[in-house]
Nanobody
Framework: QVQIMESGGGSVQAGGSLRVSCQASGSIYRPLCMGWFRQAPGKEREGIAT??????GGSTSYYADSVKGRFTVSQDLTLQMNSLKLEDTAMYYCAATASGNGRCSDGPLLPPSYRYWGQGTQVIVSS
């Protein structure tokens, strides 16, 4: 059993920064895919960052073009969001799945590929 919990969302003005965290607990082992997703009202869930944790202790990160250069995910799964825009307003979700056969080692996975999800944390960017 794996539990995922996000925290740290909130409200911020455009141009500001916010940090959201993800805690994963339970039977979760390397190699592992962890992803950050977001979903705005009326829109599909969008993958924004992926981190692949390899068997040998390394990690690799990937970012969507919409957040590249502004968002950074660290190995403790913290998502640092800088230069926030109005369009970054969404519910942010953390997800995890085993990386059998090297999944996500060379690129992000789509949402259906993730087995475990958190409840989400709201981020609101205002003008």
């Amino acid at each position: 059993q794996v539990q995922i919990m996000e925290s740290g969302g909130g409200s911020v003005q455009a141009g500001g920064s916010l940090r959201v965290s993800c805690q994963a607990s339970g039977s979760i082992y390397r190699p592992l895919c962890m992803g950050w997703f977001r979903q705005a009202p009326g829109k599909e869930r969008e993958g924004i960052a992926t981190i692949y944790f390899s068997q040998n202790g390394g990690s690799t990160s990937y970012y969507a073009d919409s957040v590249k250069g502004r968002f950074t995910v660290s190995q403790d799964l913290t998502l640092q969001m800088n230069s926030l825009k109005l369009e970054d307003t969404a519910m942010y979700y953390c997800a995890a799945t085993a990386s059998g056969n090297g999944r996500c080692s060379d690129g992000p996975l789509l949402p259906p590929s993730y087995r475990y999800w958190g409840q989400g944390t709201q981020v609101i960017v205002s003008s």
